[in-house]
């Protein structure tokens, strides 16, 4: 079989082969025909999903000459003219594609602003398609921002980045965005089929499945796994052999830690993380599986019914549903989800990997599947070692989670007569919708076995049970909320400048300087932008009468002024629900009705 690399023998070639990107298409598709051009537009999305696909297209659309020669601009290029034969193979001399991630960007974007000031040589327009254009250098992106100031008539710019927030602001106005979408797998799925089915290559649609599962959006991706599996495969593709090739992305993995996790068997857990290593596999891609197996799971739980009987997973995902309880598999998204972004701040991904799993074990909530005393005993003894790095991740859901509500419900007995005693009545199946965060909290709130109230107390920040707070105040913690809260009541600054503040550590006051400097650890990238550091450092001037300088770091903060905070409201949470508690008449109803239960979180302090 002569072989032309399927990606590139089915890349999209006109708006309407542009699989997956509707709204995209549309708008172009609009402008082209009503012929309002912008003169710069910005593709973002993430790899694989089309944004060079699309600016060839445009590129077309703007040249094609169509098949008599006579054509003009248009949403439906032609493919035949030599414009459109040309910018297909790569070979027209007015578009030129730039990956600006290349070392030779810098040189080359400089060149090709140079080139700018001439007419295009054969088309109608220059178009200029920079790739990862979030890689520029700020020199590059001011001589690019000249030209996107006043463009020629006859030049378009396309931009394309998977990370447009490194994007300069400057840029950014100046185009017209549009974001592609990552591919859904079952519209993936169905793309492969249609391609091999034009391709004549058998193929069984538990392989599609698989191979539009492992592409993660990106149909790019889809295509060149369908070529890898294909050459693997000897020119077919059975189930059994792309479970084989993905190796890499193989679910095994995910669902050995799964199962190991279940069975609390942390010796497992790290031998399979040095299985891991040795195979040279990615941590990240791990915790990913991890992530749509225990979704799938929460799913299986939920409702049974969604089983679906084609996904070759699925029997697997369904066996594993019934080793762990629901709030657990909840629990272990969370821990999974939040993991992801920690890997980077480790010394290694593999360390940081086991750490996100032993995490697990050491807070799991006391399971219905394995070892629940073992589990409790675990995380009794080892609160204090883990508690600041759980701090993000469980304390902020307590605070969250409590929602408004009557303090006592007792609820009619009668109405749940046949139930059996350890069912929650039904009033606690109306409780707010939650999600994120909360749910590692709120779910282990609405199990009744005392066991997962104990464990419950466990998890929530130590204010809670009545010792001390997992982190340590300090005294510049106690200087810097201070400061917060003397800022947050001149009420001059905004709401993002606010949450910068909340959600700051001060490490470090540096006096002997001038001015002196305030050195604050934020954790959240998106909130350490420049200007946000320049409003709260006028803020606090302001507050002390005296320039000082702020400077943000990176790393995980503790003793922040959301953390105090949250801690203050837990206890007087705490105190709040200890009050109703010891209320003789409260106990008194709850002796009278069985099922009567003080609804977890209903209790609002003053
Ligand atoms: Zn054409």
Redesign the pocket.
Same mark, same amino acid.
């Given at each position: 079989m002569s072989y032309l690399v399927l990606a590139r023998k089915y890349r999209s070639r006109d708006f309407e082969a542009l699989v997956g990107q509707e709204h995209v298409v549309k708008a172009l598709t609009n402008a082209l025909t009503q012929q309002r051009l912008h003169h710069a537009y910005l593709f973002t999305g993430t790899r694989g999903v089309g944004k060079t696909s699309v600016s060839r297209i445009l590129a077309?659309a703007l040249?094609? &000459?169509?098949?008599d020669g006579t054509?003009g601009i &248009?949403a439906h290029?032609?493919?035949?003219?030599?414009?459109?034969?040309d910018i297909d193979s790569g070979r027209f001399i007015d578009y030129v594609e730039l990956d600006a991630a290349s070392n030779r960007g810098v040189e080359e974007i400089s060149q090709l602003l140079d080139q700018a000031v001439y007419k295009p040589v054969v088309g109608r327009f220059k178009v200029y398609l920079i790739d990862e254009v979030h890689m520029l250098s700020n020199t590059a992106f001011n001589a690019m921002l000249k030209t996107l100031e006043e463009p020629p008539e006859y030049l378009k710019f396309v931009l394309a980045t998977t990370d447009p927030q490194k994007v300069p602001p400057t840029v950014l106005s100046r185009c017209l965005q549009f974001n592609l979408r990552p591919m859904a797998p079952q519209t993936v799925q169905e793309h492969l089929a249609t391609v091999l089915a034009a391709e004549k290559i058998e193929a069984e649609p538990g392989a599609l499945r698989l191979l539009a599962r492992a592409a993660r959006g990106s149909m790019r991706d889809a295509l060149s796994l369908t070529d890898q599996a294909i050459a693997f495969g000897a020119g077919s593709l059975s189930e059994a052999g792309v479970r084989q090739m993905l190796g890499a992305v193989d679910r095994s993995h995910a669902v050995r830690l799964v199962e190991a996790l279940a069975a609390g068997q942390g010796a497992e857990v790290v031998a399979a993380v040095d299985g891991l290593r040795s195979l040279g596999l990615s941590a990240t891609g791990t915790l990913e599986e991890m992530v749509a197996l225990l979704q799938q799971m929460a799913v299986l739980q939920a409702v049974p019914d969604a089983l679906d009987e084609s996904d070759p997973d699925a029997p697997t995902a369904a066996r594993l549903a019934g080793l762990l309880a629901p709030d657990e598999t909840q629990f272990l998204y969370s821990i999974v989800l939040h993991g992801r972004a920690e890997l980077g701040l480790a010394p290694d991904e593999y360390s940081g990997l086991v750490m996100v799993l032993l995490r697990m074990l050491a807070f799991r909530p006391g399971g219905a599947a394995a070892a629940p005393q073992r589990s409790i005993a675990t995380t009794s003894a080892k609160p204090a070692a883990a508690a600041p790095v759980l701090s993000k991740a469980i304390a902020a859901p307590v605070a969250a989670a409590l929602p408004a509500r009557p303090a006592v419900v007792a609820s009619a007995p009668i109405a749940r007569a046949s139930a059996p005693a350890s069912e929650p009545p039904p009033w606690l199946d109306d409780e707010p919708p939650y999600e994120g965060e909360a749910l590692a909290t709120t779910v282990s709130v609405r199990e009744p076995e005392p066991q997962k109230m104990q464990m419950q107390m466990q998890m929530r920040p130590a204010p809670v049970a009545g010792a001390s707070p997992t982190w340590v105040p300090t005294v510049l913690g106690d200087r810097w909320a201070e400061a917060v809260s003397q800022m947050n009541e001149t009420a001059s600054i905004s709401a993002l400048v606010r949450e910068l503040a909340m959600q700051a550590q001060c490490v470090a006051v540096d006096e002997q300087v001038q001015p002196p400097v305030w050195r604050l650890r934020v954790e959240r990238e998106t909130l350490r932008a420049p200007a946000q550091r320049d409003k709260l450092q006028a803020a606090l001037s302001e507050l002390l009468k005296q320039p000082v300088q702020l400077e943000l770091e990176a790393g995980v903060a503790s003793d922040t002024p959301a953390q105090r905070a949250g801690a203050e409201r837990a206890r007087r949470q705490n105190e709040a629900e200890q009050i109703i508690h010891n209320d003789p008449l409260v106990q008194a109803l709850m002796q009278q009705f069985k099922t009567a239960r003080i609804v977890p979180g209903s209790v609002k302090p003053h």
């Open positions: 077309k040249n094609c &000459t169509g098949a054509g &248009t290029p032609c493919g035949v003219c030599d414009a459109c034969r």
